[in-house]
């Protein structure tokens, strides 16, 4: 519930603290989801694509990861470059796994094939249904990974809002006759670079803020 409060208290450039928690944008699966979709906009993204390699769970271990590192550092490529184009048995790392790297590289890459073509909130629901990524999650019947689950579902909503915002400004550039661009990727991944920004911004002066904290926090 929290991400619509703190992105209407963000548009009127009102400051806030969130108390016994984290920022939406914070949230560990929240961060998964948007490694997703910032390694789908840029094959050079390592962080994205180190967070990502191994959610939902593809048997690609540390281990792994650091014999592609060392494979791809020893020969002054990037990760992707060295999944595609290295001999990785060589570097000590099973066939089956190769395998697997070089298949959520092809399925990636799909995806970022359709960025000029489609929006934000289509490239995001397909990435989710292609790789399994909230149904992985619920999964698991806890609480916890309910609401992991429901945050990222969340976020869906917010691209889904932007994209529909970007296209209701759009239509009065149709009206005008100019041609209206479509709602990518690469926008929403700017709208939420921004608003990261500000998260970091004035921690250390909480006064003067609106406090956001669930009842329970509130109690005393």
Known sequence: QSRVVEEALRRKNIPYKIFAGHSFYERAEVKDM???????????????LLRIINFPARGIGDTTLNKLREAAQANSISMPQAIKSLDLEAAGIKA???????????????????????????????????????????????????????????LFNSIKEFVEDGEAEYEQMEAEGYDAPIVTLDLYLENVSLISDLDGKDKEEDKNKVSLMTVHSSKG
């Not at 948007?34 to 994205?48: T, W």
């Open 34 to 48: 948007l490694a997703y979709l910032k390694f789908v906009a840029n094959e050079r993204d390592e962080q994205a």
């Open 96 to 154: 089956a796994t190769v395998l697997k790297m070089k298949y959520f590289l092809d399925a990636i890459a799909q995806l970022r094939e359709k960025m000029p073509y489609q929006n934000a909130y289509d490239i995001a629901t397909e990435a989710n249904q292609r790789f399994g990524i909230v149904d992985s999650i619920r999964q698991d019947t806890s609480l916890e990974a309910q609401s992991r689950a429901e945050n990222i579902e969340e």
